[in-house]
């Protein structure tokens, strides 16, 4: 049990400094955060070319099957759900995505907001 | 399980068009139900296989990308006789420079929306049973052809034996279709067996060469005409059903 308690700390924070480095990834040297240079960016294709290659799957697969739930996602990247679904607010807070609540659901869809 | 293949290329007058329509044809004439769209919107030359332009087309794949109209109502039929065997439907894309001009100011708003309208239509085709789709491209990195790489299941890249087009397909296969983590297949058209030697054990960038359709005038000189239904023992007929058998075996 305790081994399990140690496991699931670890993973805590390698997920965390998983979200870390993609920031620092997206934000390059720029000074300010990612959400607010990036915030009216569409996310179309050519866009979708210069993301990350996590990022870039996450997103190409919402195109295809959103607007979906981080664990539709998960099944179809075969990544873990809270990994799809950190990638899944990255790309919010990036403004390239977006969510809303159904019932208990979370669900996730390309931004398709006239900027 | 139905397919989207789109044929692309890094330069222009690769062959993608010919390629597009025949196989096309090859595969309804095994009984599928394919079809066929013009996703080179910034130089159609699809309807030039199947009209003479003064056919009444009511909707183009032009309203489909804006979102003014979907994919059954921009969807028709080819007039093709098949006989017995399989159905080809077509959407054309409107061949007007105002139109051109038009879609060249398109921001990427309008792109994002263009893929997603593309997708769409592309589920909807298979949620009526339509089984094969092929999207015609334009050359390069153009908005309209990336979109449509995006969205296919395979890209059936066309590439001709010059040091240009190998150059450039390098930087696409690199910069977009392993990017997009694409299924990709390489047809050598118009080949000179001399000026392509950097194949390997029938694999190039990664991925496999399925054809070689030799240099020949005789298909130049009858272009616009689909040689899968008027000539099927030609040279280029063969080669495309070739195409057809391989990529069943690649997916």
Redesign the interface.
Known sequence: MIEKEIIEEILHNLKEINAKLDKIILNGNMPYPDEEINSS?????????SLP?HL??TA?TL??IGPATAEDIAEVTRKERAVESNYLNQLVRMGHVEKYREGRKVYFH?N?K?? | MALTIAVHSAKGGTGKTSIAVNLAIAYALDGRKVCLLDMDLRGPTLRTFFDDGSSEVPFWVNDLLSGKKGINEVVMDTGVDLGMAGKVSVAYSKADIFEIRELASK???W???A??NI?TGKKELIRNGTEVIILDTGPGVE?ES??AV?ACDLVLIVHSSTKACSECTEQLVN??YK???KKCAIVDNMHHCSLDDDTLDGMRYGFPVIAAIPCICDIAKRSGEILVLSDREHEFSRAICDIKDKLGRIL
């Open positions: 960016d569409s996310l179309d294709v050519m866009m979708l070319l290659d870039r799957t190409t195109f295809e390309i398709n006239l900027c | 921001d990427r708003k792109q994002s929306n893929l997603k997708i908005y990336i979109n995006a910069g977009v990017s997009l983590n």
